[in-house]
């Protein structure tokens, strides 16, 4: 029985965490490797994202995240910092100034 009510609670806080979290993807700026590897990076140090992923070829990242910890604006804030453009948000112009050129927007051609 206490097994019973152990799952049925487990259960309950699976269900409730589920509905704080969100999976958005973002088109970005990105150009190569080494952006998937700085957006990427940017996003795992945030609090309450848990997993990010960029797609190169698409320029789209996906992000899971946790609507009680961050919110869209910051996650899409916090890319632009990083000096790519997030959706509407465009890049931050010192974080773009402090991009290898390949990483600027056309640099991509470089590789």
């Not at 704080?20 to 990076?41: F, G, N, P, Q």
């Not at 632009?80 to 453009?85: C, K, R, V």
Request: with cysteine.
């Amino acid at each position: 029985m206490k097994y019973l009510i152990m799952i049925g609670f487990l259960t309950v806080l699976n269900l409730a965490n589920a509905q704080k979290t969100e999976t958005v993807v973002i088109l970005t700026s990105a150009e190569c490797d080494m952006c998937k590897e700085r957006i990427e990076e940017a996003m795992n140090y945030m609090k309450g994202v848990s997993y990010a992923e960029l797609d190169l070829e698409s320029k789209k990242l996906t992000v899971k995240y946790r609507k009680d910890k961050v919110t869209l604006a910051e996650i899409k804030n916090k890319i632009a910092e990083t000096g790519y453009d997030a959706d509407e948000v465009k890049a931050d112009k010192e974080g773009l100034e402090k991009l290898p050129d390949c990483c600027k927007p056309g640099g991509g051609a470089m590789h």
